[in-house]
Antibody
Framework: QVQLVQSGAEVKKPGASVTVSCKAF????????MHWVRQAPGQGLEWMGR????????NYAQKFQGRVTMTRDTSITTAFMELSGLTSDDTAVYYC????????????WGQGTLVTVSS | QSVLTQSPSASGTPGQRVSISCSGS????????VYWYQQVPGTAPKALIF???QRPSGVPDRLSGSKSGTSASLAISGLRSEDEADYYC???????????FGGGTKLTVL
């Protein structure tokens, strides 16, 4: 069955970078766009960007351009999201989410990865 | 400061019908489809509605979506205790070239 399994929680210092991984199971990894969405504590959802695992092409939200990099490794069916220049405002749960093939909504989500930024 | 505006809370008693609204602009809801997600605290969101009013497989037909102009709404009839969750609307924004979400509505089943 379709599953997205994310890497574990991270604690980072301000100014550092973090990389979150999202391993895909149960579907053709290169056939579906993968998105990243984050949620700060007690807050709503915020879209960060997407990657086309087939081509490696990316689209980033304006807010994160220059600070986020999304990549993939097709040999291990895993997508990665790296966020640099961390501040306390980046403390959030980060989700990967698969885009359904027939319509651009997020049909499967990872379990989420908590990233805490603290000095 | 979400791009889409939702009321922070809604409530109803079991069996009732409740409606959750979402307001946007011409660059998002006015031109593009609306999507709805449900999130039980501590878990990942789940898709409820796509393309304004379509339900993914497995979503019961007591949930329905609609859109008019730059606003949209999600209706839940026959309210159940398991409907207690946070609900988010979403749409593609042409000006921002990205997905935007509402701030979420916390639904309480009394």
């Amino acid at each position: 069955q379709v599953q997205l399994v994310q890497s574990g929680a991270e604690v980072k210092k301000p100014g550092a970078s973090v990389t979150v991984s999202c391993k895909a199971f149960g579907f053709t990894f290169t056939a579906y766009h993968m998105h990243w969405v984050r949620q700060a504590p007690g807050q709503g959802l915020e879209w960060m960007g997407r990657i086309n695992p087939g081509s490696g092409g990316t689209n980033y939200a304006q807010k994160f351009q220059g600070r986020v990099t999304m990549t993939r490794d097709t040999s291990i069916t895993t997508a990665f999201m790296e966020l640099s220049g961390l501040t306390s405002d980046d403390t959030a749960v980060y989700y990967c989410a698969r885009e359904w093939s027939a319509d651009p909504y997020f049909d499967y989500w990872g379990q989420g990865t908590l990233v805490t930024v603290s000095s | 400061q979400s791009v889409l505006t939702q009321s922070p809370s809604a409530s109803g008693t079991p069996g009732q019908r409740v409606s959750i609204s979402c307001s946007g602009s011409s660059s998002n809801i006015g031109r593009n489809y609306v999507y709805w997600y449900q999130q039980v605290p501590g878990t990942a969101p789940k898709a409820l509605i796509f393309k304004n009013n379509q339900r993914p497989s497995g979503v019961p037909d007591r949930l329905s979506g609609s859109k008019s102009g730059t606003s949209a709404s999600l209706a839940i009839s026959g309210l159940r205790s398991e409907d207690e969750a946070d609900y988010y609307c979403a749409a593609w924004d042409d000006s921002l070239s990205g997905w935007v979400f509402g701030g979420g509505t916390k639904l309480t089943v009394l």
